[in-house]
Every structure is written in structure tokens, then in C-alpha cells.
Nanobody
Framework: QVQLVESGGGLAQPGGSLRLSCAAS????????MGWYRQAPGKRCELVAV????????NYVEAVKGRFTISRDNDKNTVYLQINNLTPKGAAVYYC?????????????????????WGQGAQITVST
């Protein structure tokens, strides 16, 4: 059974940092590229970071470059998202997603956490 379980969300102040983790099981993790999406209230599902199977290549949406870092540990079947210098726009539910071919989809509305190879999401709230 494929499972992706996010953790590490919570409340942070503007300018603060959080580290999200996504623990994977039930599939050959090292054979999949991994991505982090986010869904903010009233916004569409947005792909924010992607890491290659071997952790050698990463890509970020422009809005998070320099503040977000995606990484993975294939020995632990876990992907991470380090978020620094949080802004109010960073408040969202963050989801991890596995893609065997690295073809991460563009969603016009909602992230599909009930689909295969999606986690249930981790909420980040940004507030003083």
C-alpha cells in the first residue's frame, strides 16, 4: 500500500522557518522524483519544488527560490522541504507527491490528496 505522510507543519511567525518531512512507504521511493505542492485558501494548487530521484537536481517556482530547499534521503524514504523566511503568502496546506517520470501535473484548482502517490497534507499557518 502506497503511503506518503507529511509532518512538520504548524504555526510560524513571518520570517520564521519550518521543515516539512514526507515519509514514503509501499513503493520504490528511489525510483520516483518527488515534489511539494501547496494549496493556499482561494488559490489553485501550486507546485513549488521538485527533486530528482538521485537528489542531484532540484527546481523551484520563482516565488520560493532562495527561501525553500527540497532534499531527500533515499535510505530513509523521506523527502524534506526546508522553508526559511516565511511570508504570509506561505500559509497553505503543503502536500508531497511522487512521480515516477517526473511529470508533475499542473492543477487549475485543487490538489488531489486522495489520489495515489499523494500525502494528506501539512498545514502551515503564518501569524504574529
Amino acid at each position: 500500500q502506497v503511503q506518503l505522510v507529511e509532518s512538520g507543519g504548524g504555526l510560524a511567525q513571518p520570517g520564521g522557518s519550518l521543515r516539512l518531512s514526507c515519509a514514503a512507504s509501499g513503493f520504490a521511493f528511489s525510483n520516483y522524483a518527488m515534489g511539494w505542492y501547496r494549496q493556499a485558501p482561494g488559490k489553485r494548487c501550486e507546485l513549488v519544488a521538485v527533486v530528482s530521484r538521485d537528489d542531484m537536481s532540484t527546481n523551484y517556482v520563482e516565488a520560493v527560490k532562495g527561501r525553500f530547499t527540497i532534499s531527500r534521503d533515499n535510505d530513509k524514504n523521506t523527502v524534506y522541504l526546508q522553508i526559511n523566511n516565511l511570508t504570509p503568502k506561505g500559509a497553505a496546506v503543503y502536500y508531497c507527491n511522487a512521480s515516477q517520470w517526473g511529470d508533475f501535473r499542473v492543477y487549475e484548482r485543487f490538489c488531489p490528496p486522495r489520489d495515489d502517490y499523494w500525502g494528506q497534507g501539512a498545514q502551515i499557518t503564518v501569524s504574529t
